[in-house]
C-alpha cells in the first residue's frame, strides 16, 4: 500500500509543488481534476464565511444589541453593537446565498462532479476542458461580487436570499440598491458557471463513457451528477431571467414588480421557485448518489435495489419541477392550486421514501465498516429522514399556514441542507480524498469530528423546530422585542451555544484536511476495496486519468459475491469463466449451484 | 454502449477523430438552457399581460406597435426585418452546403452576416423611433419594461452570433483564397456548425418573439 509508485512520467509531475509551475497548475488547468480541486478549495473557504456569517446571526439572536433589558438600558451587555436590524438581515441573506451558491452547490456539483465524472466512467477528461476552467473562474468573481455588497454604500442585499419583490426591486424599501444589484448581478454570472458546468457534464457523461460503460452500470454518484445537470441547465436560466429583471427594476426604472405601474410582485416569487425547487434538489441529488456509494462500499454490498434508485432520481427531477408553488401558500394562491401543489408535494416524498428504504436495504446485513466516511454517510440517511418528514408537514396547506415563515421552516431545511448535503460532503471529502491526495485522512480526529459535529448540529437545529411552532419567525434581529416569545429565549441561547461549538468543531475537520495532506497513511490505488474505476487507478491519478482506456465487465456493486476469493470485484475485471456468466450478470449475490 | 465516443485517454490535449460530434451535441444541450432563459421572460410577459385585462394591452397611448390591416409603416419595417432575419439561416444554410460540397461557402455566409447586421441595425432604429415616441423601459407600465428587455436580450444574442458568423466569413475567406490558389481547402467544419445551430435558434426564438410582442 505504502509503495504508491506512479508510473507515469506526467503522474508524478502531479507531486511536484516544489517549483513555481507546480503551483501555477492550480491556477489555471484544463485538467478535470484540478479543476475540481479548484472548486473544493473555494467552497472550503466559501464555508468558513458563511459559517462566520452564520455565527454572528446566532449571536444576535441570543445577545440581541436592541434588547431592553430589565434595568431599562437597551442591548443585552454581551451583544455586538455593530449588528442593527438592517446589518442582521444582510447576514442572513449573504449566510444563504453564500451557503447555497458558493457552498453547497460548488463542492457537490462543482468540486466532486469534476474530479469523480470521468474517472468513474473511464474516460481522460471533461467534453469541453476550457470551458470547465472556465467555469471555476467565472463562479469565483460571481463569490466575490455578491460578497462585495459588504463593502458598498448601504451594505450587502438584504431581502433574503430569496429576495422576495418589491422590497428587493424597490432601493427605497431595501435601502441598498448597489447592494441588491450586486447580489442580482452575482447570481446571474453564478448562473452562467452551472450552465457551462451542466452541458459539460450531460455530453461528457453521454458521449465519452468506456467502453462497456453502459447507462445502468454507471455508479448512482454518475447518475445522481447527470440528472442534477439537467435541473442546473433547465432551471437556472428561468433565475437568470429573473435576476435581470430585478436588475432592470432597480437600475433603469422597469416595472416588472412594480404593483404601482401595473407590474406583478407575485411573478418574482413564481420565477424563483421555479428554479428555487428544482435547486433544492440540486442541492441534495449528488449527496444522495455519493451516499449510496459509500454506503455500498463500507457495507460490502451491493446497493439495494439500483435501478429502482435511478427511476426515483429522474422521478423526482421530474416531479421537482412541478412543486413550486409549496413556497407560496400563503401568498395569495388559488385554494384548488394550493392543493395540487401540496399533492405534487407528497408525491415527491415517494421517490424520497424509496431512496431511503434502498438505503436501509443497502446496509441491511451487510458487514459494515465504520469508517468515518460511512458514519457520515449514516448520519445523512438519517438526517434526511427528519429532514423529510417535516417537509411532508409543510407540504399541508393548513399545517404551512400555521408554520410558514417560522423556525419550523429553518429547522427543516437545515436538516436536509446541514444534515443532508453537508454531511454527504463530509462523506465524500473522507471518502475520496485518498484519492484526491494519495493520503488517507486520521480517523481518530475524523471520528472525534464526526462526533462533535453529528451531536452539536442537532443540539443547534432540532430545537428550532420547538421554537418555531412556539411562534418564532424568521429574519427577525431581535426576539426579545416580541411579548410572546421572551419566554423562548433560553432555547435561543441554547441554540446559539451549540452554533458556536458546531462552528468550533469544524477547526479539527480543517486541521486534519491539512495535516493530511503530507503526514496521512500513504493510501494506495484503492484503500476502501471499492469496485469503481477510479481505484483502478494512482491515487492521485496521472493526467489523462488511464494509461490506457479501461473495458468495463460488470456493473458497479459487485460486493461479496458469492464463490469469489476477494470480496469485490473491480469493474474492469473480465467474467470468470469457471462461473456461470449469469451469477455475474446479477447485481445482488447469488447463491451459486 | 462500446459505441460511445470513446476520447483516447492520456491525450486529451488532441480531441481525436470525434471532435465533430461533441461540441455538436454540447452545442445542443446548451440551446436547451437557452430555450428556458427565453422562456422564463415568455412566461413572464404573459403573467403581466394577462394581468392587464383584456384591452389595456398595449396601454392606451402607447405607440402602436402591434400588426394592423394595412400594415402601418413600422409594421412594414419590422415584417421585413423578421423576413430578413429569416432570409439569413437559409443563407447559412447555403453557405455549410457550398462548404460542405468543397467550396468555401462565402457567400452565403457573407449575405448571412450582412443580413444579421441590418436586422440589428434596424431594431435599433426602432429602439430609438419608440423611444422618442415615448416609450421606453420605464414607461406605459411593463408594456415598455417587457418590449425593450425582451428584445434587448434577443438582440444581444443576434449579436454574439453575428460575431460567430464574422468569424466564420473571415474563415471563408481564407478557404476561398485557397481556392484561388488552386488548393483544397482543409480543417474542420466545427466552428461554422456550431454557429450555425446557434443562429438558427436565434431565429426561432425571434419567431415566437415577434408572434407574441407585434401580432398576437
Ligand atoms: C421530502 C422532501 C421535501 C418536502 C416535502 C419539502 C417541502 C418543503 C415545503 C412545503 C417548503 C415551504 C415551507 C414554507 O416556506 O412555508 C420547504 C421549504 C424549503 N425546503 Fe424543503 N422539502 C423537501 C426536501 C427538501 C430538500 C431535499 C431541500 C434541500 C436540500 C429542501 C430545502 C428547502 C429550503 C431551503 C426551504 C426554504 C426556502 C425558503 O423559504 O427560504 N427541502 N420545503
Ligand atoms: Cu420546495
Given at each position: 500500500m505504502s509503495t504508491a509508485t506512479l508510473t507515469h512520467a506526467e503522474a508524478h509531475s502531479?507531486?511536484?509543488?516544489?517549483?513555481a509551475t507546480g503551483w501555477k497548475k492550480y491556477l489555471w488547468s484544463l485538467d478535470h481534476k484540478i479543476i475540481g480541486l479548484q472548486y473544493l478549495f473555494g467552497s472550503l473557504a466559501f464555508l468558513f464565511v458563511g459559517g462566520g456569517l452564520a455565527l454572528l446571526l446566532r449571536w444576535q439572536l441570543a445577545f440581541p444589541s436592541t434588547q431592553v433589558m430589565p434595568d431599562g438600558n437597551v442591548g443585552n451587555p454581551l451583544s455586538l453593537a455593530f449588528i442593527n436590524p438592517q446589518f442582521y438581515n444582510a447576514l442572513f441573506t449573504m449566510h444563504a446565498t453564500v451557503m447555497v451558491f458558493l457552498v453547497v452547490m460548488p463542492v457537490l456539483v462543482g468540486a466532486f462532479g469534476n474530479y469523480l465524472i470521468p474517472l468513474k466512467i473511464g474516460c481522460g477528461d471533461m467534453a469541453f476542458p476550457l470551458i470547465n476552467e472556465l467555469s471555476f473562474w467565472v463562479w469565483l468573481a460571481s463569490g466575490l461580487i455578491m460578497l462585495a455588497g459588504f463593502f458598498v454604500a448601504g451594505g450587502a442585499a438584504a431581502g433574503g436570499w430569496t429576495s422576495y419583490a418589491p422590497l428587493s426591486s424597490v432601493a427605497a424599501y431595501n435601502g441598498t440598491k448597489i447592494g441588491q444589484t450586486l447580489w442580482a448581478a452575482g447570481i446571474f454570472i453564478n448562473g452562467l458557471a452551472s450552465i457551462m458546468g451542466a452541458f459539460n457534464y450531460i455530453t461528457t457523461i453521454v458521449n465519452m463513457r468506456a467502453p462497456g460503460m453502459g447507462f445502468f452500470r454507471m455508479p448512482l454518484a454518475v447518475w445522481a451528477l447527470f440528472i442534477t445537470a439537467f435541473l442546473l441547465l433547465l432551471a437556472i436560466p428561468v433565475l437568470s431571467a429573473a435576476g435581470a429583471m430585478l436588475i432592470l427594476d432597480l437600475n433603469f426604472g422597469t416595472n416588472f414588480f412594480n404593483p404601482a405601474k401595473g407590474g406583478q410582485p407575485l411573478l418574482w416569487q413564481h420565477l424563483f421557485w421555479f428554479f428555487g425547487h428544482p435547486e433544492v434538489y440540486i442541492l441534495i441529488l449528488p449527496a444522495m448518489g455519493m451516499v449510496s456509494d459509500i454506503l455500498s462500499v463500507n457495507s460490502r454490498k451491493p446497493v439495494f435495489g439500483y435501478r429502482a434508485m435511478v427511476y426515483a432520481m429522474i422521478a423526482i427531477g421530474f416531479l421537482g419541477f412541478i412543486v413550486w408553488g409549496h413556497h407560496m401558500f400563503v401568498s395569495g394562491m388559488n385554494l384548488v392550486l394550493s392543493a395540487a401543489f401540496g399533492v405534487s408535494t407528497m408525491v415527491i416524498a415517494v421517490p424520497s421514501a424509496i431512496k431511503t428504504f434502498n438505503w436501509l436495504g443497502t446496509i441491511w446485513g451487510g458487514s459494515i465498516r465504520f469508517n468515518t466516511a460511512m458514519l457520515n454517510a449514516l448520519a445523512f440517511v438519517s438526517m434526511f429522514v427528519i429532514g423529510g418528514f417535516s417537509g411532508i408537514f409543510m407540504a399541508s396547506t393548513p399545517v404551512n399556514i400555521f408554520v410558514h415563515h417560522t423556525y419550523f421552516i429553518v429547522a427543516h431545511f437545515h436538516y436536509v441542507l446541514f444534515g443532508g448535503s453537508i454531511f454527504a460532503m463530509f462523506a465524500a471529502i473522507y471518502f475520496w480524498y485518498p484519492k484526491m491526495f494519495g493520503r488517507l485522512m486520521n480517523e481518530t480526529l475524523g471520528k472525534i469530528h464526526f462526533a462533535l459535529t453529528f451531536i452539536f448540529f442537532n443540539l443547534c437545529f432540532f430545537p428550532m423546530h420547538n421554537v418555531g411552532l412556539g411562534g418564532m419567525m424568521r429574519?427577525?434581529?431581535?426576539?426579545?422585542?416580541y411579548e410572546h416569545l421572551r419566554a423562548l429565549q433560553p432555547i435561543n441561547q441554547f441554540i446559539t451555544i451549540a452554533a458556536i461549538g458546531l462552528g468550533f468543531s469544524q477547526l479539527l475537520f480543517l486541521y486534519n484536511f491539512f495535516r493530511s495532506l503530507r503526514h496521512g497513511e500513504p493510501a494506495g490505488k484503492n484503500p476502501w476495496e471499492a469496485t469503481t474505476l477510479e481505484w483502478t487507478v494512482d491515487s492521485p491519478p496521472g493526467h489523462g486519468n488511464f494509461a490506457t482506456t479501461p473495458t468495463v465487465y460488470r456493473g458497479a456493486y459487485e460486493y461479496?459475491?458469492?464463490?469469489?476469493?476477494?470480496d469485490f470485484i473491480m469493474q474492469t475485471e473480465p467474467p470468470d469463466p469457471d462461473l456461470p456468466a449469469s451469477a455475474l450478470a446479477r447485481s445482488r449475490p447469488v447463491p451459486v449451484g | 454502449m462500446s459505441s460511445a465516443i470513446v476520447t483516447?485517454?492520456?491525450?486529451?490535449?488532441?480531441?481525436?477523430?470525434?471532435r465533430f460530434t461533441l461540441p455538436k451535441f454540447g452545442m445542443l444541450v446548451f440551446l436547451a438552457s437557452e430555450a428556458m432563459l427565453f422562456a422564463g421572460l415568455i412566461g413572464g410577459y404573459i403573467v403581466l399581460r394577462l394581468a392587464q385585462g383584456p384591452g389595456n394591452w398595449p396601454p392606451p397611448g402607447a405607440p402602436e406597435i402591434g400588426v394592423k390591416i394595412p400594415p402601418t409603416f413600422l409594421n412594414w419595417v419590422m415584417i421585413i426585418n423578421t423576413a430578413i432575419l429569416l432570409t439569413s439561416s437559409l443563407t447559412y444554410h447555403w453557405g455549410e452546403t457550398r462548404m460542405r460540397k468543397g467550396g468555401s461557402g462565402l457567400l452565403g455566409y457573407g449575405l448571412t452576416a450582412l443580413f444579421g447586421a441590418i436586422f440589428l441595425g434596424v431594431q435599433a432604429w426602432e429602439w430609438l423611433h419608440l423611444k422618442h415616441e415615448g416609450m421606453w423601459l420605464d414607461t406605459y407600465g411593463t408594456y415598455g419594461s417587457c418590449f425593450f428587455t425582451m428584445t434587448g436580450f434577443h438582440g444581444a444574442h443576434v449579436f454574439l452570433g453575428l460575431l460567430a458568423i464574422l468569424l466564420v466569413t473571415w474563415r471563408a475567406i481564407l478557404r476561398q483564397m485557397r481556392l484561388f490558389s488552386g488548393q483544397a481547402p482543409t480543417g474542420s467544419h466545427t466552428c461554422e456548425e456550431l454557429t450555425g445551430y446557434y443562429w438558427h435558434f436565434v431565429d426561432v426564438v425571434w419567431i415566437f418573439l415577434y408572434s407574441i410582442l407585434y401580432v398576437v
Open positions: 502531479h507531486h511536484d509543488h516544489h517549483e429574519r427577525i434581529a431581535d426576539p426579545t422585542a461479496s459475491v458469492p464463490g469469489h476469493a476477494k | 483516447a485517454a492520456h491525450d486529451s490535449s488532441a480531441p481525436g477523430a470525434q
